[in-house]
Antibody, heavy 121, light 113 residues
């Protein structure tokens, strides 16, 4: 059974940093692209970033480019999202998702329960 | 960026009746090299994480009931629930994964009439 468990969310001041982690199990982690998708309170889904299985290709939505960094440690089956220079508009539940292929250009077939990031002074 | 729109914003359907949700992308998501539409549908029930229903526009994810079907190509796509059940109450999102950023539609809320 696929399991994705996010951690690292919390309350942070504007301009601050957080690192989210997603511990994966139940599948061959290195064979799948992984994504981060966020959802602001009461709003729709917003795709944030994706990383290929080998970690060699990464893509970001425009609003987080230069501030967020997606990475993975295949030896630990863990996905990360380093978030710097956080803004109020980054406040959201952040979901880790497994893609159904090694290619970044694939759909997300399993999702974690999400971790809440609140950016506020 | 590709803009994905959905219609309607919400709909209420009687139990056992058909529900239809439409999505339109601002440019084609059909990749000529593999003849695949890079388009997916997700279901999000209240208080839950999203769940993949359909990918490649019409391929049903394993375990998804066959009352859910996806159709369309290029820029216009449809999710059909052939016989609405109580457990189908949710918000449904479409997504293109043809070109980054992989944009979602704004969502369609489905309720029971």
């Amino acid at each position: 059974e696929v399991q994705l468990v996010e951690s690292g969310g919390g309350l942070v001041q504007p301009g601050g940093s957080l690192r989210l982690s997603c511990a994966a199990s139940g599948f061959t982690f290195s064979s799948h692209a992984m994504s981060w998708v966020r959802q602001a309170p009461g709003k729709g889904l917003e795709w944030v970033s994706v990383i290929r299985g080998s970690g060699d290709y990464t893509y970001y939505t425009n609003s987080v480019k230069g501030r967020f960094t997606i990475s993975r440690d295949n030896s630990k089956s863990t996905l990360y999202l380093q978030m710097n220079t956080l803004r109020a508009e980054d406040t959201a539940v952040y979901y880790c998702a497994k893609n159904n292929d090694n290619s970044s250009y694939s759909a997300s077939d399993s999702w974690g329960q999400g971790t809440l990031v609140t950016v506020s002074s | 960026d590709i803009v994905v729109t959905q219609s309607p914003d919400s709909l209420a359907v009687s139990l056992g009746e058909r529900a239809t949700i439409n999505c339109k992308s601002s440019q084609s998501v059909l990749y000529s090299s593999d003849n695949k539409n890079y388009f997916a549908w997700y279901q999000q029930k209240p208080g839950q994480s999203p769940k993949l229903l359909i990918y490649w526009a019409s391929t049903r994810e394993s375990g998804v009931p066959d009352r859910f079907s996806g159709s369309g190509s290029g820029t216009d796509f449809t999710l059909t629930i052939s016989s609405l059940q109580a457990e189908d109450v949710a918000v449904y999102y479409c997504q293109q994964y043809y070109s980054t950023p992989f944009t979602f539609g704004p969502g369609t809320k489905v309720d029971i009439k």
